[in-house]
């Protein structure tokens, strides 16, 4: 089946820099977008970054654009989160899904994806 590994979250500081990765197994990594989204104590799930299974159309959510970044090795089956200047607002677990359909740029929205991570909590003091 397929699963998926977060790992990479942790205590920062203010302005400080954190990557996440994913691990994916159960299936041919290659073909499916990923995505990343996180999700604060009390709030809603909100869509961050995704990557399509090509890897050639990444995109962020306009709240972390020019901090984040998201790429992909395909040849370790894992997505990166790169995140530089966080801020305390950035607190939040963070998920990592794929969709169950191949070849998708990967959704914007949480119910665009079937698998999903444990999360890995990551929180920016300030």
């Known amino acids: 089946q397929v699963q998926l590994v977060e790992s990479g979250g942790g205590l920062v500081q203010a302005g400080g820099s954190l990557r996440l990765s994913c691990l994916a197994s159960?299936?041919?990594?290659?073909?499916?977008?990923m995505g990343w989204f996180r999700q604060g104590l009390g709030k809603e799930r909100d869509f961050v970054a995704a990557?399509?299974?090509?890897?050639?159309?990444?995109y962020v959510a306009r709240s972390v654009r020019g901090r984040f970044t998201i790429s992909r090795d395909n040849t370790k089956n894992t997505v990166y989160l790169q995140m530089h200047s966080l801020k305390p607002e950035d607190t939040a677990v963070y998920y990592c899904?794929?969709?169950?359909?191949?070849?998708?740029?990967?959704?914007?929205?949480?119910?665009?994806?079937?698998?999903w991570g444990q999360g890995t909590q990551v929180t920016v003091s300030s």
């Open positions: 899904a794929s969709p169950q359909l191949s070849r998708t740029l990967g959704g914007m929205t949480w119910q665009e994806y079937d698998y």
């Open positions: 159960g299936r041919n990594f290659s073909a499916y977008a």
């Open positions: 990557i399509s299974w090509s890897g050639r159309s990444p």
